[in-house]
């Protein structure tokens, strides 16, 4: 009898069973996305109350919700028709939530790209703006996109990427800040000697964490005096 059953039983192959494991994993993935593109589609309807800017900055109030495949919403009130702007239309937006006011400009970094940067610091002199990146973890791999939405699932690492604007023209601020030094505060020599001293940190290192948010302010400072 054991014989028999032995017999009847169907073998799997160990490549038949790496085929098995594969599809699992696919399809877990598969539904992870589907959630996250729910939870995302839920967010998305979300309205805070703001401004937008048109591209001669001037400012309308309404109601605006950010939109996951990019730009946003916008309407004057609940009954209102909504309007779908990116940088095409308008130059940036704000709005209020948890008793922050956030500030968002659409910059031109590369010829004909735009990304949409948050305004961190902003001053006729030199204007600093950040984009926050998660990466996300998958069995499939990792992803990196803008954040805007917190991640809902899977393991996540979140990093800053700072941008600084001086005479209309917004450059990436990496590894090469030392490079650019005289070139960004060379009106400012006192800070110019700061960061070469390394009171700021490594100068290699610099351009990560806070650090920029500081010499920024710094430069600001000493070009407007109280």
Request: hydrophobic share 35%; proline share 2%.
């Amino acid at each position: 009898l054991k014989n028999h059953m032995a017999h009847q039983l169907p073998r799997f192959s160990s490549r038949t069973l790496t085929k098995t494991k594969t599809m699992k994993r696919k399809l877990t993935f598969i539904l992870i996305m589907i959630s996250f593109w729910a939870n995302a589609q839920l967010i998305e309807t979300e309205f805070y109350h703001g401004k937008v800017y048109d591209k001669t900055g001037k400012s309308i109030e309404g109601l605006i919700s950010l939109r996951s495949s990019g730009g946003i919403q916008f309407k004057i009130d609940k009954e209102s028709k909504t309007q779908f702007y990116d940088q095409k239309q308008i130059s940036g937006f704000e709005f209020e939530e948890d008793g922050e006011l956030n500030r968002y400009e659409y910059k031109l970094i590369q010829k004909n790209i735009y990304k949409l940067l948050k305004v961190v610091e902003k001053n006729k002199y030199i204007n600093l703006y950040n984009l926050k990146i998660v990466k996300s973890y998958s069995e499939s791999g990792i992803s990196g996109a803008p954040l805007i939405y917190p991640i809902m699932f899977g393991q996540s690492d979140r990093y800053t990427i700072y941008y600084i604007e001086k005479n209309n023209v917004t450059i990436k601020v990496g590894r090469d800040l030392g490079k650019n030094l005289n070139t960004l505060f060379s009106d400012c020599p006192s800070l110019v000697k700061q960061i070469k001293n390394e009171e700021f940190g490594v100068v290699r290192n610099i351009w990560q964490g806070d650090k920029i948010e500081e010499i920024v302010r710094t430069y600001n400072k000493c070009n407007n005096p109280i």
